[in-house]
């Protein structure tokens, strides 16, 4: 009796539903989370997110260019809880709600620019929130998930909506189009091309019209405060160019990228897409859509990031496959066409409790056969930041002997991947200084240090002959070494 009542309240209320499926959204999110504890997961969470919060003043004249909304965000939440609470449970507990939140906003696309029930809007983002996309980009693209989150909030707000005088529904359509715009260049960008497109393309309404103006300015504040960040970047990728993109981006490996993200819910999406009428939801998806097969036309331009472009298209196209597999069960009405629905639901939710919570190194096998093709645009598995989790032991326990047998303000240099963790452990004013090519690295600076000199590499790696006779291992495991230079 107790369980006919929770459902029927569920399909009844839609007050009762939004708390239902924010609190599946944000389990979902945790139990990742768990299973890795006590350390995160995410390259970028351990990379970005949790140094720039330990250590904000220091970075802020880096991540002021580069839309810091979400960061500050995070760096106020971080410093009104207390000390006794640490950057990566704020990183973390914000990531989970942020789920929660953008489980709610696919519900309400369902209800409000859908039009669909509750308990089809109930299924839709059951059945978005299990796709690979969108576990993806809540694994370390946490600021892209929260900018998202608030567009489709603002979508529901705005769609077919009528000049209104309501003062609430304008300013929170303001708020939601300026945090939208100020939280993430990407999603930040596709929204106000999805508002200035659906303005130009629709009859006119005040409402559209403001919140175009309010996120186009915001959006355009924001990219000009961070363009000498911007310009940067983009001369160090054109730089680079001559050594990355044959060995990560190309043809081949986005293909199977946007395979492995977006081939089972493609065919279903075109069906959605087709049975949808309104413009509102369809222009991000063409947007995203040109932007994930960019790579055709300009195969070897990594600056189009068509990779981000994929997961973004992905977790569009996902929305209108969702919209398919009901329309067409509605429409048939039939105990074969619900047995097919769930069985799509069903799989989804799998395969999406596969990549969150197996190790890294047993990865379900479509990843696993992909992984060559993938990994340098995403992990196999949501068990991983910069090592696979269990490896971190090993990363932990060389900073531990770092710290405890050389000398104070000693240079120690190693690979990138592993600055985060260097940034937060090293003790005693050690400096840790990363490349792409430690060995160049290391020829740069051999000649020109006065201090204690360390250089650590993947246990995997031979070291150059040459390199060798000036340098003496002092340190071993199965992933580590590490050496002095003599």
């Not at 995160?40 to 839309?67: A, C, E, H, L, M």
């Amino acid at each position: 009796m107790l369980l006919l009542n929770v459902k029927d309240r569920l399909i009844t209320s839609e007050k009762y539903t939004i708390l239902f499926i924010f609190s599946i959204a944000s389990l979902v999110r945790t139990i990742p989370e768990l299973i890795a504890y006590p350390y995160p997961i995410g390259y970028d969470v351990i990379n970005y997110y949790i140094p720039v919060i330990t250590n904000f003043d220091k970075y802020w004249p880096t991540i002021s260019g580069q839309f810091p909304f979400y960061v500050s965000l995070l760096h106020v939440i971080n410093n009104n809880i207390g000390s006794s609470i640490s950057p990566h449970f704020v990183v973390t507990a914000f990531a989970i709600v942020t789920y929660g939140i953008f489980g709610v906003s696919i519900f309400f696309i369902g209800r409000k620019v859908l039009k669909i029930n509750i308990t089809h809007s109930t299924y839709l983002a059951f059945f978005v929130i299990f796709q690979l996309a969108v576990l993806r980009t809540t694994w370390d693209l946490h600021r892209d998930l929260f900018s998202l989150s608030t567009m489709l909030l603002l979508f529901s707000i705005i769609y077919e909506k009528k000049d209104t005088n309501n003062r609430i529904v304008i300013i929170v359509s303001l708020i939601l189009s300026a945090i939208t715009a100020i939280s993430d260049r990407m999603v930040g960008l596709l929204c106000m091309l999805s508002l200035i497109i659906y303005t130009f393309t629709t009859a006119k309404n005040r409402l559209i019209v403001l919140c175009s103006l309010v996120c186009t300015f915001s959006f355009t504040v924001s990219l000009i405060q961070g363009y000498g960040s911007l310009h940067y970047n983009t001369i160090e990728l054109l730089k680079s160019s001559q050594s990355i993109m044959p060995t990560s981006y190309n043809a081949t490996n986005l293909l199977v990228l946007f395979l492995v993200y977006n081939g089972i819910v493609t065919p279903l999406g075109i069906i959605g897409f087709k049975l949808w009428k309104n413009k509102l939801l369809k222009i991000p998806l063409l947007i995203t859509g040109i932007g994930a097969f960019s790579w055709i036309f300009f195969q070897e331009l990594e600056l189009l990031v068509a990779d981000r472009w994929i997961i973004l298209f992905g977790i569009f196209i996902s929305i209108f496959a969702g919209y398919g597999i009901i329309e067409l069960s509605v429409k048939k009405n039939t105990t074969i066409a619900k047995i097919i629905g769930h069985s799509f639901l069903y799989i989804i939710i799998a395969m999406g409790i596969v990549y969150a919570v197996m190790p890294y190194d047993e990865s379900f096998s479509l990843y696993g056969i992909a992984g060559k093709y993938i990994q340098n645009f995403a992990p196999l598995t949501m068990q991983f930041n910069a090592l696979g989790i269990y490896d971190n032991d090993n990363l932990l326990d060389l900073v531990s002997w770092i710290n405890n047998n050389t000398d104070p303000h000693s240079l120690i240099i190693g690979e990138k991947h592993w600055r985060g963790w260097m940034e937060t452990k090293l003790q005693d004013e050690r400096d840790y200084i990363f490349s792409d090519d430690i060995y160049a690295l290391y020829e740069n600076l051999v000649s020109e240090h006065t201090t204690s000199f360390y250089m650590i590499t993947n246990n995997r790696i031979k070291l150059p002959p040459e390199t060798l006779k000036n340098i003496e291992m002092v340190y071993s495991d199965q992933i580590f070494k590490l050496f002095k230079i003599k």
